[in-house]
């Protein structure tokens, strides 16, 4: 069983509306309870993810709804930064996405998430969102 009251207590510890993370992604159709999951499975420290995500003001929501709009599989794009050993100490503030059908996202406002998207993406997202203290993912 994945601890995820534990990943919520340390979300809560760093300022992050957790409520409003979840109720985005879930308005977005999207499986937070996967996302934790693909993350314990990969060893992934969500803590270090979401403070990373802070330190580089992305913006969560923005990039999940974009994602969405080109009908993007955020399960697979956490995958593949996973395959490509991709960090997200090295955004900038935009993110080429060349190895993903050449698309390329634009990441604005003041948080991301902060998508549970993660060292692979936002996972949690990419827990991968929107608020100014939100997990800004997966």
Do not use: C, D, T
């Not at 340390?10 to 308005?27: D, F, G, M, P, R």
């Not at 060349?98 to 936002?122: C, D, K, T, W």
């Amino acid at each position: 069983m994945v601890q995820v009251q534990a990943i919520i207590l340390k979300i809560q510890l760093l300022s992050i509306n957790i409520e409003v993370i979840i109720l985005k992604l879930q308005a977005l159709s999207i499986n937070v309870e996967a996302i934790i999951l693909k993350f314990q499975a990969q060893s992934i420290n969500v803590e270090a993810i979401i403070l990373k995500i802070q330190a580089q003001s992305i913006n969560v929501e923005a990039i999940i709804l974009k994602f969405q709009a080109q009908s993007i599989n955020v399960e697979a794009f956490i995958l593949k930064f996973q395959a490509q050993s991709w960090k997200f100490i090295g955004f900038n503030s935009k993110l080429n996405l060349a190895a993903m059908n050449n698309l390329e996202f634009v990441l604005h406002g003041s948080y991301f998430y902060q998508r549970l998207f993660a060292h692979p993406i936002l996972y949690l997202k990419f827990i991968i969102n929107e608020h100014p203290n939100v997990f800004h993912f997966f």
